[in-house]
């Protein structure tokens, strides 16, 4: 089960930071992932982490703006949102792919946890 928590309501330039806690199963031999929707549009990737060695990767719309990180003791994955600008509102997902390729194709993540929106105004 992954249970995504931390959005809300922040102005432009502002930051929050999301967490994405893991339980009932193990995700640490996974690649963790962040994925936006909002309304209209496809869910699209954000960032994801190989839990075994750190390694992320970035949309290039975020790159440099949200880091992806890892807490193995905690079991949870955050992304910490620096820098947001209007189009970053959307509900963000996070979610775990099998193996241990990091990717952005959503078919490979295969565990999903429920959205919590982010809102950033102007």
């Known amino acids: 089960q992954l249970q995504a928590s931390g959005g809300g309501l922040v102005q432009a330039g502002g930051s929050l930071r999301l967490s994405c806690a893991a339980s009932?199963?193990?995700?640490?031999?996974?690649?963790m992932g962040w994925f936006r929707q909002t309304p209209g549009k496809e869910r699209e990737f954000v960032a994801a982490?190989?839990?075994?060695?750190?390694?992320?990767l970035y949309a290039d719309s975020v790159k440099g703006r949200f880091t992806i990180s890892a807490d193995n003791l905690k079991n949870t994955v955050y992304l910490q949102m620096n820098s947001l600008k209007l189009e970053d509102t959307a509900v963000y997902y996070c979610?775990?792919?099998?193996?241990?390729?990091?990717?952005?194709?959503?078919?490979?993540?295969?565990?999903w946890g429920q959205g919590t929106l982010v809102t950033v105004s102007s």
């Open positions: 982490i190989r839990w075994s060695d750190g390694s992320a």
């Open positions: 009932g199963r193990t995700f640490s031999s996974r690649v």
């Open positions: 979610a775990a792919a099998e193996g241990v390729t990091l990717t952005t194709a959503e078919y490979r993540y295969n565990y």
